[in-house]
């Protein structure tokens, strides 16, 4: 009798400590995820040359303050936002949405789009031109060409935006961005649902989730229609395509590549 209860012990302390390791393992996973990093998958090509459909980037919620996981509460500010930030937020017309662009204003500024040219404050955003840019759009299974330019941020940040539409003699705006709220437009800037479409045009501090700064991985699989299947659900489904041999590139240049600066 006693070597029975002798050999249960152990085998029920094993168990135990499996049981609580894994535990242990997923609470800090969920605060990394919550407070610290967290991935993000680029499911529109709103953002090209900067990020492309198939884009796996981590974004630092740390970057601007610690913040209540879901609520978005903020508890400590760290930081603010900057012009030419890309950062992910959620969608102001529908926050069940998370969405990803770059921060063109900032409390205070007045923006207005003129022949398809970012004004600040008054002035043209500077940019130079940097010849043509040919893309594959994954949607529609076609190639765009686009016209390319490094754009200048207010706040001194170089990065790489396209137009692949001639410019109109139309005059955009202009918008004067609130206190607590920030302006936000895509790289590819005739192909974005960003400020100057939304029925809320501003994000607010509580909507911004954090800083995308690095992809850490980068494959196209078979275009599938898009569908806000959250984390878990849009998880399972790119496993699924990728057992069942979709995999159309895994684009091994860009694993590791930093969102500063122009794009290649």
């Known amino acids: 009798m006693s070597a029975e209860k002798g050999e249960a012990e152990p085998t029920e302390r094993r168990s135990f400590e499996t049981v609580r390791a894994v535990l242990v393992a997923a609470l800090i996973a969920l605060v990394i995820r919550s407070f610290v990093v967290e991935p993000f998958k680029i499911p529109s090509g709103s953002m090209i040359p900067t990020l492309l459909v198939g884009d796996y980037v981590l974004v630092n919620k740390f970057a601007y303050g610690v913040r209540l996981p879901f609520t978005g509460t903020l508890l400590l500010r760290v930081g603010e936002p900057k012009r030419g930030d890309v950062m992910v937020f959620r969608y102001p017309d529908d926050p069940s949405q998370d969405f990803i662009k770059r921060v063109?204003?900032?409390?205070?500024?007045?923006?207005?789009?003129?022949?398809?040219?970012?004004?600040?404050?008054?002035?043209?955003?500077?940019?130079?031109?940097?010849?043509?840019r040919v893309y594959l759009d994954v949607t529609n299974r076609r190639e765009v060409r686009a016209e390319r330019f490094i754009e200048r941020s207010g706040d001194g940040a170089d990065y790489t935006i396209i137009h692949s539409r001639p410019?109109?003699?139309?005059?955009?705006?202009?918008?004067?961005?609130?206190?607590?709220?920030?302006?936000?437009?895509?790289d590819?800037?005739?192909?974005?649902?960003?400020?100057?479409?939304?029925?809320?045009?501003?994000v607010t501090a509580e909507q911004i989730k954090g800083r995308a700064f690095l992809i850490h991985w980068s494959w196209l699989v078979a275009y599938g229609p898009a569908r806000n299947r959250g984390f878990v659900g849009d998880l399972l489904?790119?496993?699924?395509?990728?057992?069942?041999?979709?995999?159309?590139?895994?684009?091994?240049?860009?694993?590791?590549?930093?969102?500063?600066g122009p794009a290649d």
Do not use: C, H
């Open 104 to 132: 063109v204003g900032i409390p205070g500024d007045r923006i207005a789009v003129r022949d398809g040219r970012v004004w600040l404050n008054g002035q043209p955003i500077d940019r130079t031109s940097e010849g043509e």
């Open 167 to 186: 410019a109109g003699s139309r005059r955009d705006g202009p918008w004067i961005v609130p206190e607590g709220k920030y302006f936000m437009m895509g």
């Open 237 to 260: 489904y790119t496993l699924w395509r990728v057992v069942s041999l979709q995999i159309e590139e895994v684009r091994w240049g860009r694993v590791g590549r930093s969102l500063r």
């Open 188 to 202: 590819n800037r005739d192909n974005s649902q960003d400020s100057r479409l939304w029925r809320e045009p501003f």
